[in-house]
C-alpha cells in the first residue's frame, strides 16, 4: 500500500477546494446518495439540455478528501458533454476503480484521464472505494432520473 | 498479575499488521482474545462437543453442565441475585431487541413514554423505534451537556408522569462519559420507571454490580470483553423475566406442545430458543476468570491512567479536537482533526499499525448535535500501554504533514 497514491497532490487540493460546490439554480435532474456505514453524503444538480448535453452541474455534500475530491473532479469532467458521452466515461471509471488497469474510452483528453486515474490510488483500499464511486452513481442515479437514493449498501 | 504482561496473553499482539506492530486503540469496537480464550473453544471443538440441554448422552450432559458452567460465573461476576437472571443472546443488540420486544407487548400502552439519552447507541434506540410505529409509543431524549455527559438533572426534567421506561448507557462509546446508573435507578424507581442500560461499555471496563445498581435490565456484549463474537448478556430482574413473554419461539424454550396450546419453559429457558453459541458461551467462562486474575480495580486504574495520558498528549497536539470532556469518563477518546476527515485519519493512521475507528460510531444522534458527521475515536483495553498513544500521535502528526496542517 502507498498512501502517497492514495493523497496525491491533485486529490488533497480538489479535496480542499471542491470545483462545482453548491447547488446550480437551473438543475432539472438530480439524485442523493449516502453512505450510511460513515455518514457521508452527496446530493448531484446536473442540467441536461435539450441537445441531451449537460449544461451544468454541481454538488452538495460532505465527506473525505477522496469522495470530495472524486465528486470534484467528476462535475468538472462531465460539464459539457453530451448524456451518452457522460455515461461512457462513467462506466469507464467504475470499470477502473473496479478492475480495469487504465481509462478505455478516447472521449476525455489525456490530462482529463491523468486527473481521473489519480483516483486509481483507492484500488489498493477496499474500505475506500466506496468513497470514489458514490457521488458517481449518485450521477447515473440522477441522469435516469429515477430519483432513487443511492446507498453505497445495497 | 503484573499489568504489563498482559499483552504477552493475547496472540494477535505477535502478528505484523502490514509490517507493523499492531497499535490497537478500537476495543470500544470490539476486544482482541487472549490465548485462554481462543484455545478454549479449540479445545471444546475438539474434544468436548456435544449440543447442550437435549440429549442425554456422556458428551452432551458434560457439555451442558460447562455451558451451565458460565451462566453461573456471570452471576457471580455481575453479582446478579438469581443464576436465572442470566439469559444468553446472540449479541447486545439482542438482548436490547428481547427488552423492548417483550416490554413493548406485554408493559406498555399506547402515549406511554421511553425516556433514552442522546448518548446512545443505535441498538438502544432503533428497537424502542419499533415500539412507536407498533404501540405509539413516544421517544424522548435526555440532552448532553457541553461536556458530554448527561448529568442527573437532565434526566429529571425529561421524566413526565407517561414515562415508563429509562434506557441508557453506562459508558458513552463516544464521550467516553460514565452515567450515574444508581442515582438514575433511584429517581425513575421512585416513580415507578423501569430502567434498561446498554452496559456494552460499561461491563469490560467497570465494576458491574447489578443488585447495587439496581437497575432492572443490564445488556452486556461478550466479544467487546475479551470474549467471543455471537454472544451477549441479558440480566434481567427474576420478576421481569418471569413476567414478560418469551421473545423468540422454537426448540428449548417450551414445556408443552400441543396442536391446541403451548406452554413455555422456566427461565432462563424460557428466552433461550434454539442451539445456542454453544462454544462461545463455554469459551466466555475463561473471558471471565482472565478478568477476575487482573482484576477489575486494577484495570479501572490502568485504563484511567491510558486515556488521562492519551487526553495530555492529544491535547498538547493543535488542530486535534477532544470530543466532550466528563468528569467521569472511561477508556473513550474520540476526537476530530480541523481540515482532515475521520476517514482519511483512520487510513493515514492505519498505514503505522494503529487501528482506530472512523466515523459516526452508531451514534448518529449524538453527532448530529455536536454538528459533525463524523469523528475518529481511539479507545483501550487491558493491553493498551502509553506508548499507544505516543504512536497515535505520531501517527497524526503525519497526517497533518500529507493535509499539510501546521
Request: glycine fraction near 6%.
Amino acid at each position: 500500500m502507498n498512501l502517497k497514491e492514495l493523497y496525491q497532490e491533485i486529490i488533497l487540493e480538489h479535496g480542499k477546494n471542491p470545483r462545482n460546490l453548491g447547488k446550480t439554480n437551473n438543475f432539472n435532474k438530480d439524485a442523493k446518495g449516502n453512505n450510511p456505514l460513515c455518514g457521508d453524503n452527496v446530493h448531484v444538480y446536473l442540467k441536461l439540455n435539450d441537445q441531451r448535453k449537460v449544461e451544468d452541474i454541481s454538488f452538495e455534500g460532505s465527506g473525505c478528501a477522496i469522495s470530495m475530491a472524486s465528486a470534484s473532479i467528476m462535475t468538472d469532467l462531465i460539464k459539457g458533454k453530451s448524456d451518452n458521452e457522460a455515461k461512457e466515461i462513467i462506466e469507464d471509471f467504475l470499470g477502473m476503480i473496479k478492475e480495469n488497469p487504465a481509462l478505455k474510452s478516447n472521449i476525455l483528453k489525456e490530462d482529463d484521464k491523468t486527473k481521473l486515474m489519480c483516483l486509481s490510488g483507492v484500488k489498493q483500499y477496499p474500505m475506500r472505494v466506496k468513497c470514489a464511486t458514490l457521488s458517481w452513481h449518485t450521477l447515473v442515479s440522477a441522469m435516469e432520473n429515477n430519483g432513487k437514493e443511492i446507498s453505497t449498501e445495497e | 498479575m503484573n499489568i504489563d504482561n498482559i499483552k504477552k496473553e493475547f496472540p494477535i499482539f505477535d502478528e505484523k499488521i502490514q509490517n507493523n506492530d499492531l497499535v490497537y486503540l478500537d476495543s470500544a469496537n470490539s476486544s482482541q482474545k487472549p490465548k485462554v480464550v481462543i484455545d478454549r473453544i479449540n479445545e471444546f471443538y475438539t474434544k468436548q462437543f456435544s449440543n447442550v440441554g437435549r440429549s442425554i448422552h456422556y458428551l452432551a450432559v458434560a457439555a451442558t453442565n460447562l455451558y451451565e458452567n458460565t451462566r453461573s460465573s456471570v452471576q457471580k461476576y455481575i453479582n446478579a441475585k438469581d443464576k436465572n437472571e442470566i439469559v444468553f443472546t446472540k449479541g447486545a443488540t439482542e438482548a436490547l431487541n428481547l427488552v423492548a420486544n417483550t416490554l413493548g407487548q406485554k408493559y406498555l400502552d399506547e402515549g406511554d413514554e421511553i425516556l433514552l439519552t442522546e448518548l446512545e447507541h443505535h441498538s438502544n434506540y432503533v428497537p424502542w423505534h419499533y415500539l412507536r410505529k407498533s404501540k405509539n409509543i413516544k421517544i424522548n431524549f435526555a440532552e448532553i451537556n457541553d461536556q458530554g455527559e448527561i448529568p442527573i438533572e437532565n434526566i429529571e426534567k425529561m421524566i413526565t408522569p407517561k414515562t415508563k421506561v429509562i434506557a441508557v448507557n453506562h459508558l458513552s462509546n463516544v464521550t467516553g462519559a460514565i452515567l450515574p446508573i444508581k442515582e438514575i435507578t433511584e429517581l425513575a424507581h421512585s416513580k415507578g420507571i423501569i430502567v434498561v442500560v446498554d452496559g456494552c461499555q460499561g461491563a469490560p471496563h467497570l465494576k458491574i454490580d447489578v443488585q447495587d445498581l439496581d437497575c432492572d435490565f443490564y445488556a452486556i456484549s461478550c466479544h467487546k470483553m475479551y470474549g467471543p463474537t455471537g454472544l451477549g448478556i441479558l440480566y434481567g430482574k427474576k420478576k421481569w423475566l418471569e413476567e414478560l413473554p418469551p421473545y423468540q419461539g422454537g426448540g428449548g424454550m417450551i414445556k408443552e406442545v400441543k396442536k391446541d396450546r403451548i406452554t413455555y419453559g422456566d427461565l432462563p429457558n424460557k428466552y433461550e430458543a434454539g442451539t445456542m453459541a454453544t462454544a462461545q458461551v463455554i469459551a466466555f467462562d475463561q473471558s471471565i476468570k482472565f478478568l477476575e486474575n487482573i482484576g477489575i480495580e486494577n484495570i479501572i486504574k490502568h485504563e484511567k491512567e491510558l486515556i488521562e495520558y492519551g487526553q495530555e498528549v492529544l491535547r498538547k497536539n493543535n488542530s486535534v479536537k477532544i470530543i466532550g470532556n466528563p468528569k467521569n469518563k472511561g477508556g473513550v477518546l474520540s476526537f476530530t482533526i480541523e481540515g482532515v476527515h475521520p476517514h482519511d485519519i483512520a487510513t493515514i493512521l492505519d498505514e503505522d499499525g494503529v487501528a482506530i475507528r472512523a466515523g459516526h460510531h452508531c451514534c448518529q444522534i449524538l453527532h448530529d448535535k455536536l454538528e459533525i458527521p463524523a469523528s475518529a475515536r481511539a479507545s483501550v483495553g487491558v493491553y493498551n500501554t502509553k506508548e499507544d498513544f505516543d504512536q497515535l500521535n505520531e501517527s497524526i502528526n503525519k497526517c497533518k504533514k500529507i493535509f499539510d496542517l501546521k
